[in-house]
């Protein structure tokens, strides 16, 4: 008989823990993956699909708004129907959680629906009942977090916002990055006046000085209300809402607030300290390249890491490990050139180096245009777009792309393919564009806009 129960067990159901877990069983390991709330993780129920779904409710409202200028005169951007959007969100979330289940049977992996937490190193309660493996990957993913100020707890965290019954009058969101806003622009194109609050003196810190620049006139240009600088001090209930006070005396009375200032991994309560597993930074857990931790039997992969913290990273190291385990195939998923963007409106997306990090290896050529897309120059509306690519002056290699502007997503994912690939701007400058499009301008940047470093 075998030593243990299973050759490899997953705590955690999320894009990671699943692909980790479905590929071991391809490779004929005994899989056991625990799931203590719902199958699909933070990306499929709290995340990704979820908002990508209302910001694209929200395009639509855009959408109508310009209609007249191309000669469609009946449309009318609202009232907005928020409980059958919210139906329609969450049956598809539903579907993918059922296909994430489906996905592990298919694959002879035995699924638990239950909490699975340590007794020993090789050793799980799942549930309460007693589980043993060989291996163990630890892929619980993070949650997000308050901040410690007096009456925090009468505000919501972004989870909170797919159990909203209705669009709020006003929304504070407080933060400055991407999930903070993300949610300002879909909340502000489904009705709401929001107010945005945030630390430092333009949004998404660590991300190019460009992007970040045209961003805040982007989120200006939809209404939103910018209070950089500022960062909440207390929150207070009144009668008709709360009233929200900053550091530096600002006060403003809304609906409901929203904290988006981080998320810590979920690893409180696992057991850890039992196995002498100690922990980093908010709560991660740290892991070799072969994401093992101190113990080589036990790995961790995902956002619990706080190593790069997005769906497709978890999905391809998760994949990587399980091909290194049972698959005889040795081999780490790369953590350098992965390309992300952010879904607000307009959207952005990158790939590579900021300037400012380029800058910082040598000297670097930018060429960087802004315009206005045609749809735009129709209706009228303020909205530019902004291409940027980052170029060492010494290889001539793109050493990052950058983008602010309709479609920056899908754009984006195909010059990715080129950076990673190591291509040059003279690669770049012999390929044909697509006209008109946008995208055509990523290989007609000629002129050199600045050199830096």
């Known amino acids: 008989m075998p030593d243990h129960d299973f050759d490899l067990f997953v705590i955690g159901g999320g894009s990671g823990g699943v692909r980790c877990g479905r590929i071991a069983a391809t490779h004929g390991a005994r899989v056991g993956v625990a799931e203590e709330r719902f199958w699909g993780g933070t990306c499929v ?49 539903a579907r993918l959680n059922g296909i994430y289940g489906r996905l592990l ?14 007794i020993d190193d090789h050793t799980l309660d799942v549930g309460g009942q007693r589980v043993t493996a060989e291996r163990i990957v630890i892929a619980v993913g993070g949650k997000p977090i308050r901040p ?25 969101v407080v933060g400055g990055g991407y999930i903070a806003l993300e949610f300002a622009c879909l909340l502000r194109g489904l009705g709401a006046e929001v107010d945005l609050v945030y630390r430092q003196q333009l949004p998404l810190r660590g991300m190019d000085g460009d992007l970040r620049e045209v961003m805040a006139e982007a989120l200006l240009n939809l209404g939103i209300r910018l209070h950089p600088g500022h960062t909440p001090a207390r929150l207070e ?12 005396g600002l006060e403003l009375e809304t609906s409901q607030v929203m904290f988006a200032t981080g998320r810590v991994p979920n690893t409180a309560g696992l057991g850890l300290e039992r196995l002498g597993i100690s922990l980093g930074r908010s709560g991660c857990v740290p892991v070799t390249v072969e994401q093992a931790t101190t113990l080589p039997h036990i790995f961790a992969i995902g956002d619990v890491t706080d190593q790069l913290n997005l769906t497709p990273v978890a999905t391809a190291v998760g994949h990587a490990l ?3 385990l049972f698959g005889g195939n040795p081999r780490r998923a790369s953590f350098q050139n992965v390309p992300t963007a952010i879904f607000t409106s307009p ?5 590579g180096l900021t300037e400012e990090a380029a800058a910082q290896q040598g000297p670097t050529d930018i060429y960087l245009a802004r315009f206005t897309p045609m749809r735009h120059t129709i209706s009228k509306q303020p909205r530019k777009t902004l291409m940027k690519l980052v170029v060492s002056a010494r290889t001539r290699r793109v050493l990052g792309a950058h983008m602010l502007g309709e479609d920056a997503a899908e754009i984006m994912q195909g010059i990715a393919v080129a950076v990673v690939a190591g291509a040059t701007k003279e690669d770049f400058d012999r390929t044909i564009g697509i006209h008109p499009t946008a995208a055509e301008e990523f290989v007609t940047l000629r002129t050199l806009t600045r050199r830096v470093g």
Request: net charge negative.
């Open 347 to 351: 959207p952005a997306a990158m790939v």
């Open 105 to 118: 049977g298919n694959a002879g992996v035995t699924t638990f629906e239950a909490r699975a937490t340590f």
């Open 45 to 93: 129920n709290v995340g990704c699909v979820p908002k990508k779904i209302m910001v694209q409710a929200a395009e639509y409202g855009e959408w109508a708004k310009e209609a007249p200028a191309f000669g469609w005169s009946e449309m009318q951007a609202g009232p907005h129907d928020w409980a059958r959007l919210a139906a329609a969100r969450d049956a598809e979330v």
């Open 322 to 324: 399980a091909d290194s």
């Open 148 to 172: 410690e100020i007096p009456g925090a707890e009468l505000g919501l965290v972004s989870d909170d916002l797919f159990t909203l019954e209705a669009c709020p009058d006003r929304t504070v």
């Open 237 to 248: 209930k009144l009668a008709g809402g709360l009233k929200v006070t900053t550091d530096g």
